[in-house]
């Protein structure tokens, strides 16, 4: 059974490899746009024999910019795409008006 830092690690590997991407686990504050921001939730398992055999983590990812048409939102899309065992939706994008930053967002599964 692998780990849940192991499954972590693979997406933090996966944007991390973006050239010029701020990435950070979980939350940083004073951070200046645009940057990236990963941190996992929960696991999802499968009962066997009385305990949880093989399980997958919930990781999200959360990119904020003040660019329109960022072409780091594909970037990221596409170091997703490279992860074994992660299936992933984007969840799309939005302006918040508190900071007026684009945010876009994807919801990742690790096995």
């Known amino acids: 059974m692998?780990?849940?830092?192991?499954k972590v690690s693979k997406i933090a590997q996966a944007l991390t490899s973006i050239e010029g991407l701020n990435v950070y686990h979980y939350w940083r504050t004073n951070v200046k746009?645009?940057?990236?921001?990963y941190y996992e939730m929960e696991t999802v398992g499968q009962a066997m024999d009385g305990h949880t055999g093989e399980y997958g983590i919930a990781i999200y990812v959360d990119y904020f910019t003040r660019a329109e048409y960022d072409p780091?939102?594909?970037q990221i899309q596409?170091?997703?795409?490279?992860?074994?065992?992660?299936?992933?939706?984007?969840?799309?994008?939005?302006?918040?008006e508190d900071t007026s930053l684009i945010h876009s967002s994807w919801e990742c599964e690790v096995i």
């Open 2 to 6: 692998t780990s849940i830092q192991s």
């Open 33 to 37: 746009a645009p940057y990236c921001i």
């Open 72 to 74: 780091k939102v594909d």
């Open 78 to 96: 596409e170091a997703l795409n490279t992860v074994e065992g992660c299936a992933f939706h984007y969840e799309g994008a939005q302006f918040e």
